[in-house]
C-alpha cells in the first residue's frame, strides 16, 4: 500500500493536508473516503476522512469514534496527529488484528484541520491568531502586516519612555514586564508586526475581534464580555457549525477526543465544575480511562478545570468541547495537548501552570537557549532594525509564534503513535451489538423465532449515565423483516429493549410465525445509535 508518509520535517500547508488526504483516499479506497463537512469564511474545505471497512456495512450502521485538531490557529501539531492515527490505521488493515477488528465493525471520523482559515495564516506567515480575527475599522487600530517583506509576521519592538516593558537583564532578546521600582530605561512597547489605521502618533489599540472557537459550543456558553472569544451565539462560526450539524447528524458516534497543543496533559470533563457536581459513575470511568491515556503518552491526566491554572488560580472555561461532549451528548470525552516549546526545552507541565512571573521569565530564557541550541527550527528569530512608516526605528523580530505553541517535531514523531494507541484503547471499549437467534417448530407450519440480543462491547449501550438523562438518547430496538411466505402471528415486528448493560447485557425477544411457502426467510435487525446495527437472516424450515 503505497499510502503517504506523514512528514514530521514541517508542518501541514491547507494544500499539502488535502493532498495528503486525497491520497490516503485513493490508496485505500474500501477503507477511505474523504467528504467536506463544510466551508470557511475565506472558501476552505474543512475536510472528514471516514475510515471503515465498508465492506461490512457502512459508517453510519457501525459505532463512530470522532477526533478534530486544530480548533486553535497556532495549534499546527494537532493535524499531523491525526494524519497518523489515520496512516496506523489504513496502514495496519489486514496486518494488526486489533485494528483489522475495529475498522470492520467500528468507523473513524477524522477532522484534522478543523479551522482551515486561521491554521493557513499561521503556518504561512506565522500570523498571531487564536482561532480566527475579524479586523475593525477604528481608528488608531493595530493590523497584522508582514511590514519588512521577509514573509513572516514576527514582533516589532521600540523604544518608548513610557513603555510597559524592558529588556530582561540576563537575555536582552527578550523583553519582560516593567516593574514599579524600574527607571532606568530603556523601556519598550511591543506588537505584532503591522501598521496602525488613521493613527493619530499617540494612541494605540487592538484593531481585531478575535474569535477563540473552543468557547462557541454550546454547553455553559456565556458572551463575549463574561467569556472572551465566544462569539455572537453557540455555533455561530461557519466551521463550528459544520462540526455541531456534523455530530448532531452522525448519532452513532461513542466518543470523541480533540488534538490540542498546550502543557502536554490528557485533559476530560468538566471545564465548568468539579468531580462532586458530575456523575460518580461516570467519573470514576473517566478517570480509569484517562488514566491509560496517561500511561501510553507519558502525559499527566487532569481535568480542564485543573488544567485551566495560572499561578495557583483555577478557571471556568464556558462554552467547551468537553462539557459538550458530555454534558449535552452523553459521551467520555478527551483532549490530549500535544506539549509546546517549554516541553521541549525541558519544563515540565506542572511546573509551567504554577510558575510565578519570575519563573516565567526564566523559562523563557531556557527555552530560548534550546532554540539556540537548535538553529534548524528557527523558532525565533533575532531582532533587526527597520524604518516603520509610522513608528520610525523599530527592531523585528522574535518569536515564531507556530514553533512556540508546539512541541518540536522530532518530538511529535515519538508523540502521535502514543496518542495513536490512546485513541485506540477508547475506541475498543464501544458498545457493540450481536444477535443469536432460535428457532423452534410449535405444530405443523407454525413456528415460534426468539431472538437474543446482546452487547458485546464494554460500554453500555447509553455510554455513559448522563445519557440517561437526555432525550435524544434512543433505547436498542430490533425489527422482524419478514420475507415471502411468512405470517406474522403475535406481537408487533417492531420492539424497543431498552438499554443494554456492557459486557454481556442482553434481553430476548420472540415471535410466532406461520410458513405458507417453502424455506422462507426472515431477518431480524437490531439497532442502536451507539452500538451498531446488526441483521440475522433465520430460514423458517
Not at 272 to 277: A, I, L, Q, Y
Given at each position: 500500500m503505497?499510502?503517504?508518509?506523514?512528514?514530521f520535517?514541517h508542518?501541514?500547508?491547507?494544500?499539502?493536508?488535502?493532498?495528503?488526504?486525497?491520497?490516503?483516499?485513493?490508496?485505500?479506497?474500501?477503507?477511505?473516503?474523504?467528504?467536506?463537512i463544510?466551508r470557511?469564511?475565506?472558501?476552505?474545505?474543512?475536510?472528514?476522512?471516514e475510515v471503515t471497512?465498508?465492506?461490512?456495512?457502512p459508517?453510519?450502521d457501525?459505532?463512530?469514534y470522532?477526533?478534530?485538531?486544530?480548533?486553535?490557529?497556532p495549534?499546527?501539531?494537532?493535524?499531523?496527529?491525526?494524519?497518523w492515527?489515520?496512516w496506523?490505521?489504513?496502514?495496519?488493515?489486514?496486518?494488526?488484528?486489533?485494528?483489522?477488528?475495529?475498522l470492520?465493525?467500528q468507523?473513524?471520523?477524522?477532522i484534522?484541520?478543523?479551522?482551515?482559515?486561521g491554521?493557513?495564516q499561521?503556518?504561512?506567515?506565522?500570523?498571531?491568531?487564536?482561532?480566527?480575527?475579524e479586523?475593525?475599522d477604528?481608528?488608531?487600530s493595530?493590523y497584522?502586516?508582514?511590514?519588512?517583506?521577509?514573509?513572516?509576521?514576527?514582533?516589532?519592538?521600540?523604544e518608548?519612555?513610557?513603555?510597559?516593558?524592558?529588556?530582561?537583564?540576563?537575555?536582552?532578546?527578550?523583553?519582560?514586564?516593567?516593574?514599579?521600582e524600574?527607571?532606568a530605561?530603556?523601556f519598550?512597547?511591543?506588537?505584532?508586526?503591522?501598521?496602525?489605521r488613521?493613527w493619530?502618533?499617540?494612541?494605540?489599540?487592538?484593531?481585531?475581534?478575535?474569535?477563540?472557537f473552543?468557547?462557541?459550543?454550546p454547553?455553559?456558553w456565556q458572551?463575549?464580555?463574561?467569556?472572551?472569544?465566544?462569539?455572537?451565539?453557540?455555533?455561530?462560526?461557519?466551521?463550528?457549525?459544520a462540526?455541531?450539524?456534523?455530530?448532531?447528524?452522525?448519532?452513532n458516534i461513542?466518543?470523541?477526543?480533540?488534538f490540542?497543543?498546550?502543557?502536554?496533559s490528557?485533559?476530560?470533563?468538566?471545564a465548568?465544575?468539579?468531580?462532586?457536581?458530575l456523575?460518580?459513575?461516570?467519573?470514576?470511568?473517566?478517570?480509569?480511562?484517562?488514566?491509560?491515556?496517561?500511561?501510553?503518552t507519558?502525559?499527566?491526566?487532569?481535568?480542564?478545570?485543573?488544567?485551566c491554572?495560572?499561578?495557583s488560580?483555577t478557571?471556568?472555561?464556558?462554552?467547551?468541547?468537553?462539557?459538550?461532549?458530555?454534558?449535552?451528548?452523553?459521551?467520555?470525552?478527551?483532549?490530549?495537548?500535544?506539549?509546546?516549546?517549554?516541553?521541549?526545552?525541558?519544563?515540565?507541565?506542572d511546573?509551567w501552570?504554577?510558575a510565578?512571573?519570575?519563573?516565567?521569565e526564566?523559562?523563557?530564557?531556557?527555552t530560548?537557549?534550546?532554540?539556540d541550541?537548535?538553529?534548524?527550527?528557527?523558532a525565533?528569530?533575532?531582532?533587526?532594525?527597520?524604518?516603520?512608516?509610522?513608528?520610525?526605528?523599530?527592531?523585528?523580530?522574535?518569536?515564531?509564534?507556530?514553533?512556540?505553541?508546539?512541541?518540536?517535531?522530532?518530538?511529535?514523531r515519538?508523540?502521535a503513535?502514543?496518542?495513536?494507541?490512546?485513541?485506540?484503547?477508547?475506541?475498543?471499549?464501544?458498545?457493540?451489538?450481536?444477535?443469536r437467534?432460535?428457532?423452534d417448530?410449535?405444530?405443523?407450519?407454525?413456528?415460534?423465532?426468539?431472538?437474543?440480543?446482546?452487547n458485546?462491547?464494554?460500554?453500555?449501550?447509553?455510554?455513559?449515565?448522563?445519557?440517561?438523562?437526555?432525550?435524544s438518547?434512543?433505547?436498542?430496538?430490533?425489527?422482524?423483516?419478514?420475507?415471502?411466505?411468512?405470517?406474522?402471528?403475535s406481537?408487533?415486528d417492531?420492539?424497543?429493549?431498552?438499554?443494554?448493560a456492557?459486557?454481556?447485557?442482553?434481553?430476548?425477544?420472540?415471535?410466532?410465525?406461520?410458513?405458507?411457502?417453502?424455506?422462507?426467510?426472515a431477518?431480524?435487525?437490531?439497532?442502536?445509535?451507539?452500538?451498531g446495527?446488526v441483521?440475522?437472516?433465520?430460514?423458517?424450515?
Open positions: 503505497a499510502l503517504p508518509q506523514i512528514t520535517q508542518f501541514y500547508t491547507y494544500r499539502q493536508l488535502t493532498f495528503a488526504l486525497r491520497r490516503m483516499v485513493k490508496e485505500s479506497p474500501p477503507l477511505a473516503r474523504l467528504e467536506s463544510g470557511s469564511p475565506e472558501g476552505r474545505d474543512v475536510w472528514m476522512l471497512n465498508q465492506a461490512t456495512g459508517a453510519e457501525k459505532p463512530a470522532l477526533v478534530h485538531a486544530n480548533i486553535h490557529a495549534e499546527l501539531a494537532g493535524p499531523t496527529a491525526a494524519l492515527l489515520a496506523h490505521l489504513l496502514a495496519n488493515y489486514g496486518a494488526d488484528e486489533g485494528v483489522t477488528d475495529l470492520d465493525h468507523a473513524f471520523y477524522l484534522p484541520r478543523l479551522n482551515p482559515d491554521a493557513e499561521v503556518v504561512t506567515r506565522n500570523a498571531s491568531v487564536r482561532s480566527r480575527s479586523l475593525r477604528l481608528k488608531n493595530h497584522q502586516a508582514d511590514v519588512n517583506n521577509d514573509g513572516w509576521i514576527l514582533d516589532m519592538r521600540w518608548d519612555p513610557d513603555g510597559e516593558l524592558k529588556p530582561d537583564p540576563e537575555e536582552p532578546r527578550l523583553l519582560i514586564p516593567r516593574r514599579a524600574d527607571r530605561g530603556p519598550y512597547r511591543c506588537w505584532p508586526e503591522g501598521y496602525f488613521d493619530d502618533g499617540f494612541h494605540i489599540r487592538g484593531g481585531s475581534r478575535d474569535f477563540d473552543n468557547r462557541n459550543f454547553a455553559f458572551p463575549e464580555h463574561l467569556q472572551g472569544g465566544a462569539g455572537d451565539f453557540p455555533f455561530s462560526e461557519p466551521e463550528m457549525r462540526l455541531g450539524e456534523f455530530v448532531c447528524a452522525h448519532p461513542f466518543g470523541m477526543l480533540g490540542h497543543t498546550g502543557g502536554n490528557v485533559l476530560r470533563p468538566s465548568t465544575r468539579g468531580d462532586d457536581e456523575n460518580a459513575a461516570d467519573v470514576k470511568i473517566m478517570r480509569e480511562l484517562g488514566e491509560k491515556g496517561a500511561a501510553l507519558g502525559f499527566k491526566l487532569r481535568s480542564v478545570t485543573e488544567y491554572r495560572s499561578y488560580v478557571s471556568k472555561l464556558q462554552g467547551h468541547f468537553t462539557d459538550w461532549g458530555y454534558d449535552h451528548l452523553g459521551l467520555f470525552v478527551f483532549e490530549i495537548e500535544l506539549g509546546n516549546l517549554y516541553n521541549t526545552a525541558g519544563i515540565p507541565t511546573e501552570q504554577e510565578s512571573p519570575e519563573q516565567r526564566e523559562f523563557d530564557r531556557r530560548l537557549a534550546w532554540s541550541a537548535n538553529p534548524e527550527y528557527g525565533f528569530v533575532n531582532w533587526r532594525p527597520f524604518d516603520h512608516p509610522q513608528l520610525g526605528r523599530v527592531e523585528i523580530g522574535g518569536w515564531k509564534r507556530y514553533a512556540l505553541y508546539n512541541p518540536w517535531l522530532q518530538d511529535l515519538d508523540i503513535p502514543k496518542c495513536t494507541q490512546f485513541i485506540l484503547e477508547h475506541a475498543r471499549r464501544a458498545p457493540r451489538l450481536a444477535v437467534t432460535t428457532l417448530r410449535i405444530e405443523g407450519s407454525v413456528f415460534r423465532l426468539r431472538a437474543e440480543v446482546v458485546v462491547g464494554q460500554f453500555p449501550t447509553h455510554v455513559t449515565a448522563q445519557a440517561t438523562k437526555l432525550a438518547t434512543k433505547p436498542v430496538s430490533v425489527t422482524l423483516e419478514l420475507g415471502a411466505g411468512l405470517e406474522l402471528l406481537r408487533s417492531y420492539a424497543e429493549i431498552g438499554h443494554l456492557g459486557p454481556g447485557g442482553k434481553q430476548e425477544v420472540e415471535w410466532f410465525l406461520r410458513r405458507t411457502e417453502e424455506a422462507p426467510t431477518t431480524v435487525v437490531a439497532q442502536s445509535p451507539k452500538g446495527v441483521r440475522a437472516e433465520v430460514e423458517i424450515k
